[in-house]
């Protein structure tokens, strides 16, 4: 019997596009690992430490949101640009920025956690500074490292290097949950490892740190003038995405906390359909755009989101048939009692796709700064409502809250594409 062979057409058109084929191939490896370790984590911890471990995490979150816009978005723009003369010279001072950005990094959590604590004491928040200041180090600096192997085109050892650190630290959890009694700081301690022994093994990959201090200062202004604006939609993009988790946690008590997390992490299967989005959409749009023109963009974004948003709605009524039973086959019988949280997120999700896709709408159109101003927005309103929500209705004003300030941002990013697709 005659295998087929592959057409050579395709063949070319593979090696064509490697670089984008592996990075769509490590990104789905990269958020089924986070989905299944957020599972777990929850699980094997319970609602009070899960819960812990999530505000914890947050701070990481925010570091690594302010890494994307100072350091790595401006180095994957601007990088492949720079002249080959110049081009190890350019990688290697945004090198020294990355170190420069760890080391205060540290200062900052160091100094924060002190105040903190102060402000709640009942977080125990010094007991894990430790474990805190290092996985930071250690997650940005891997990070960092598979987003310039990307920028260079080394996508294969990106993958690998990714490999090492997000399958390592599923099947090391794993392990430690099985064989030893483990706690927020120690989940964070594990994480720190798996990504600390993936850069160090990948080190040879860097460019050489430069210590010239002219070039690392046109180097940082370069960067800079790019960042200046994503700067500071990281900030609010965080604090709209947290605040109200937040809030959960200092009013509520951890444990609220973890029940909502571990609820959308039920629903972060779908984030696997969105980071597949973001990596691949906003390619083909800006190619439309070029080629054919608004009109044409705007049918093949109308036909993305419909197709997307018919999938999210799916998984989502797939839930509703039984969260209390996806709480308890998840996580255990604990977490059962919050489905009305989990019915929360059903509602939310479908949402979140929609400004998503008007996110890709605007960056195609070049009009980020109007995604900036949305963010604002969001967050202004979750700023007013999150005390007299959390205060009258509880945990259930938190995630009213959510539901509220993502409507509100889906209002704004709809309401800014409508004036630029005019003004085109």
Known sequence: MKVASIPSQ????????????????DQAMVSGVNFLTGIMTARFLGLKEFGTFTLVWAVVLFFHGLQLAIIVNPMMTIGPKQSSDKLLQYYGAVFTQQIAFCVLGVIFIFLGSFSMSAMFPHLQILEIVPALIVVTVAFQSQDFLRKYLFTRQRGHLAFINDGI???????????????????????????????????????????????????????????????????????????????????????LGASIVGAMKSAQNIMGVMHILFQGLENV?????????????????????????????????????????????????????????????LMWYVFIYPIVFISLVLRIWLRTLEHTRQIFKSYVIMTFFGVVLIYPLIYLFNYNGAMSGVLITNVVMVIALYTASRKVIKSQ
């Open 281 to 341: 959409v906003p390619i083909h749009a800006a190619k439309k755009l070029q080629s054919h023109g608004v009109e044409v963009m705007k049918n093949y974004l109308l036909k993305v989101t419909s197709i997307g948003f018919f999938g999210v709605v799916l998984i989502s009524l797939i839930i509703t048939i039984s969260p209390a039973y996806w709480l308890s086959f998840f996580y255990g019988p604990e977490f059962a009692s919050y489905s009305d949280i």
């Open 10 to 25: 395709t063949i070319q058109l593979l090696k064509k596009y490697k670089h984008i084929n592996w990075a769509l191939v």
């Open 165 to 251: 650190s997000y399958i390592g630290q599923l099947l090391l959890l794993l392990w430690c949950f099985k064989n030893i009694s483990m706690n927020s700081s120690m989940v964070l301690w594990v994480i720190a490892i798996t990504s600390l022994i993936a850069f160090v093994l990948s080190m040879y990959t860097l460019p050489k740190v430069v210590s010239d201090g002219t070039i690392i200062k046109s180097v940082f202004f370069r960067n800079w003038y790019f960042a200046r604006w994503m700067i500071g939609s990281a900030v609010v993009q965080w604090l709209s995405g947290h605040i109200f988790l937040i809030g959960a946690g200092s009013w």
